[in-house]
């Protein structure tokens, strides 16, 4: 059972990596001895996470499609002792009791230890790459794992003062441990847009001289500060492709922790038309009719991966849902 059913939150079906039906407890984590009540309940699985790592039981090289692998507190006994930080994901209802997640950094054994010591439950292995094989709800428990993860690798030196700084609230906060300072430090999250424009029957795609050869994407850009979401779509369109946009939609989110963004996905309709490259960023961009993009393959273009915000806009418009 889920605390918050995601098909029924908004209009659109959820994006890969944003269901994953976490109750985020909030509550318990405000208590100071929430780690320790996370640990008594014999059905928390443990997240273990090396070096921005997740824990996968089947490899693709099995060729059975890779499984999260959660491993039990006795199963993992040694590894919370040595874990560098612990963070409690939340939980999830099943029948009468409830499954606790709890992430763990385990970051600190060197290779050959980690790989040697986790063997019985499986290898680690690149989220960004394995994501598009698992289904959305686990992979969005291993993406949040991994997310705050990251956030507590760059963030255990106070950034105002430069003091050491502690885990509390079971992993949701650092604090500054100088008197006179005590900075709270809270996860970050990097807003990031992500657009199609459209142009009647055409929409506008570039691509990065950095991609494959022949990848096509919607163009994306980091909201700034003092900037409305509305406000970075139409800026980065005109900054990367010199067009003027207007009736900017929000259409869907998605967390994309590689390594701390929040895609915010939208439409927005063109003003103009010529195509100018201001800032350099894309080698390349073009107006793309639909009969065009659903021959993509014989002129050795593609799109990006289902996973992605970006196809989800493209096909979205592509089939029109
Ligand atoms: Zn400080």
Not at 87 to 114: C, H, N, P, R, W
């Amino acid at each position: 059972m889920i605390i918050f059913d995601p098909y029924e939150l908004t209009l659109h079906t959820p994006n890969h990596f944003s269901f994953g039906g976490l109750d985020r407890d909030v509550i318990s984590r405000e208590k100071a001895s929430c780690l320790d009540y996370v640990l008594e309940n014999p059905e928390t699985r443990i997240v273990p996470i090396w070096r921005s790592l997740n824990l996968f039981s089947n490899t693709v090289e099995s060729g059975t499609p890779p499984v999260p692998a959660y491993l039990s507190i006795q199963d993992a006994t040694d590894l919370i002792e040595i874990a560098k930080n612990q963070v409690y994901l939340g939980k999830q209802a099943v029948a009468s009791t409830f499954i606790s997640y709890l992430a763990i950094d385990i970051s600190s054994l060197e290779e050959d230890e980690a790989t040697n010591k986790l063997a019985p439950w499986g290898k680690f292995a690149d989220l960004r790459d394995i994501g598009p094989l698992i289904g959305g709800i686990e992979g969005s428990i291993l993406a949040y794992a991994r997310g705050i993860m990251f956030w507590h690798n760059r963030n255990g030196y106070c950034g105002v003062c430069g003091t050491p700084t502690i885990a509390t609230k079971g992993g949701h906060q650092r604090n500054c441990t100088k008197k006179g300072c005590a900075c709270i430090h809270f996860p970050r999250t990097d807003p990031a847009v992500i657009m199609l424009v459209k142009d009647d029957d055409r929409v506008l795609l570039g691509r990065q001289k950095i991609w494959p050869d022949g990848l096509y994407s919607t163009l994306a850009g980091f909201v700034e500060p003092g900037e409305t979401i509305e406000h970075a779509v139409a800026r980065e369109v005109y900054e990367e492709a010199g067009i003027i946009v207007k009736n900017i939609i929000y259409q869907h989110s998605q967390p994309w922790p590689f390594p701390s963004s929040l895609m915010l996905g939208f439409t927005a309709e063109a003003c103009t038309k010529k195509i100018n490259l201001n800032d350099a960023e894309l080698e390349n961009a073009q107006w793309f009719t639909r009969s065009e993009m659903l021959n993509f393959e014989t002129q050795e273009k593609y799109l990006p991966r289902k996973v992605s915000v970006s196809r989800r806009l493209i096909d979205d418009w592509l089939y029109e849902r």
